[in-house]
C-alpha cells in the first residue's frame, strides 16, 4: 500500500489516499454536525468517484482519479454502495497507524480521526493534488457530514437508485 519511499505522485494514487485524505483536516474546514463515520466514509468514497467523471481537469488528476475510482467496485449493501475492498483499507489505515475510529463526543458509530503520523503523510503530499480535486474531496466530506443518515440515504438512492436494492434503510427509523 503505502510506502515512506514513494513518490509523492505514486503515494497520491494509492487507493487508501483517497479516505485518508477525506478524514484529513485539510478537507474538515466546512463539516457539517455529523461525523465522518464508517457509513458516511463509503459514501463519501462512492460520491468522489463518480462524481469526478464529470470534472474540468488536467491530465494528472484525471488519471489520478481514474486510479482511485477503478480501485474501489461498488455494490448495493445494507446501507447502500458498499466496497469490501475500502473497508479493508480502512482497516489497514488504522494497524498501520495512520488513522483511528474515534468513539468520543457524539459519534455513536466513530468518526474517522486522523494520527500524528496520517496528519503528516496527508500534508508531505497535500501539494500533489490539483486544485479541482482537493475542491471536490472538501465538497464532498461536507455534504456528507451535513446530511443525517436519512437524509444521506434518500439522496445517494435517488441519485444512484440501484445500490438500494439490498437496503435495509427504512426511512422512518
Not at 46 to 64: C, I, N, Q, W, Y
Not at 90 to 106: E, H, K, N, P, V
Not at 122 to 141: K, P
Request: proline fraction near 3%.
Amino acid at each position: 500500500m503505502m510506502n515512506r519511499n514513494d513518490g509523492d505522485d505514486t503515494l497520491v494514487s494509492a487507493a487508501a489516499f483517497l479516505p485518508l485524505i477525506l478524514a484529513s483536516p485539510c478537507v474538515s474546514g466546512n463539516d457539517g454536525t455529523f461525523p465522518l463515520d464508517r457509513i458516511r466514509m463509503q459514501k463519501a468514497v462512492f460520491l468522489v468517484t463518480r462524481e469526478a467523471s464529470g470534472m474540468r481537469r488536467d491530465r494528472k488528476e484525471a488519471s489520478l482519479l481514474r486510479q482511485w475510482s477503478d480501485a474501489y467496485v461498488y455494490e448495493p449493501y445494507n446501507w447502500g454502495p458498499y466496497s469490501s475492498r475500502l473497508n479493508d483499507d480502512l482497516g489497514t489505515l488504522q494497524r498501520r497507524g495512520l488513522m483511528i475510529l474515534s468513539f468520543a463526543g457524539d459519534a455513536r458509530y466513530g468518526r474517522y480521526v486522523l494520527t500524528q503520523s496520517g496528519v503528516g503523510l496527508v500534508e508531505r503530499v497535500w501539494h500533489s493534488i490539483g486544485r479541482d480535486t482537493c475542491d471536490l474531496l472538501a465538497s464532498v466530506r461536507t455534504w456528507v457530514t451535513s446530511r443525517d443518515f436519512n437524509s444521506l440515504l434518500r439522496e445517494v438512492y435517488e441519485e444512484f437508485p440501484e445500490y438500494a436494492t439490498k437496503s435495509r434503510w427504512n426511512e422512518r427509523r
